[in-house]
């Protein structure tokens, strides 16, 4: 059963003008995120971008947004396949149990200028 759909867009350049602000890509990423992104190269900006976005999408499927919850309790982590997965922790793990969800979809796309997320919870007996 769909318990909620989340959907967000992201300006790249948004997260370019971060990235002269020292520590706030720290306040909002999980350390790993941050990790995995410097290994993209040119491509760092645009994978930062979508894995905000994914974090407001999933504060949208929760139907609360995202107050109360730690950004970096929120991982957006590639499988062995590229597929992008969530990883919850703490405050973002807790919202998730309280809404009756325990399956995290997620749909990460890029181009340019735009980052787009999708995310979808679902309970799955």
Do not use: C
């Amino acid at each position: 059963m769909i318990i909620g759909i989340g959907v967000d867009v992201v300006h790249v350049g948004r997260l370019e003008r971060w990235t002269t602000i020292p520590g706030l890509l720290e306040r909002y990423f999980h350390q790993e995120e941050l990790s995995s992104s410097k290994a993209k190269g040119r491509g760092r900006i645009l994978s930062l971008a979508a894995r905000f976005a994914a974090k407001e999408a999933f504060g949208k499927a929760l139907g609360t947004g995202l107050a109360g919850i730690v950004l970096k309790d929120i991982k957006v982590v590639n499988r062995h396949n590229g597929q992008p997965d969530i990883e919850l922790f703490g405050t973002a793990r807790s919202r998730l149990e309280k809404s009756g969800a325990n399956r995290v979809h997620i749909s990460l796309t890029h181009e340019q200028d735009n980052a787009i997320a999708m995310v979808v919870l679902e309970y799955e007996k």
